[in-house]
């Protein structure tokens, strides 16, 4: 599908599986911010809507505009976080090269835990976006870190 030109309901109609769709409070800042950081692709970005997809899972990011009729937006906090205890796992993300480019990037997200090899066969890092969302990028353990 070429997620640059497709119409909201050809690509609606193409949904599939677990969707995944974030509330945010600035689109474009966010979507560059995962570009650079974690090389997702965004696609179609305006100030209310973008498709991003990593490899191939696909997921939208809408602002609070585009929400004027649905019930979930009076549940949307007019100030702190949004997307408290939502961790967004990257299985196919570097954590120690999304930490660099987080730190560097000029969007104002946390290090929430610095990347670490985890009990559970994994090395991750937390990083917190304005918004609130914890994207945890990782990826499996050598078999030298497993076994240091």
Not at 27 to 41: E, S
Request: proline share 5%.
């Amino acid at each position: 599908m070429d997620y640059e030109k497709v119409n909201a309901v050809d690509f609606g109609r193409s949904l599939k599986g677990i969707g995944l769709n974030l509330l945010v409070s600035d689109v474009v800042r966010l979507a560059d911010f995962l570009r650079d950081v974690f090389a997702m692709q965004a696609h179609q970005v305006t100030a209310d809507f973008a498709i991003l997809t990593y490899g191939d899972q696909v997921f939208q990011l809408h602002s609070d505009a585009t929400y004027h009729s649905n019930p979930l937006l009076g549940l949307v906090p007019e100030a702190g976080a949004r997307g408290g205890g939502l961790e967004i796992r990257l299985y196919d993300s570097d954590p120690d090269k999304a930490v660099k480019a987080a730190i560097n990037h000029t969007y104002d997200a946390s290090v929430l835990q610095h990347p670490a090899n985890k009990p559970h066969g994994l090395r991750e890092a937390y990083i917190l976006c304005e918004d609130g969302y914890a994207w945890v990028p990782s990826r499996p353990l050598t078999d030298a870190e497993i076994n240091d």
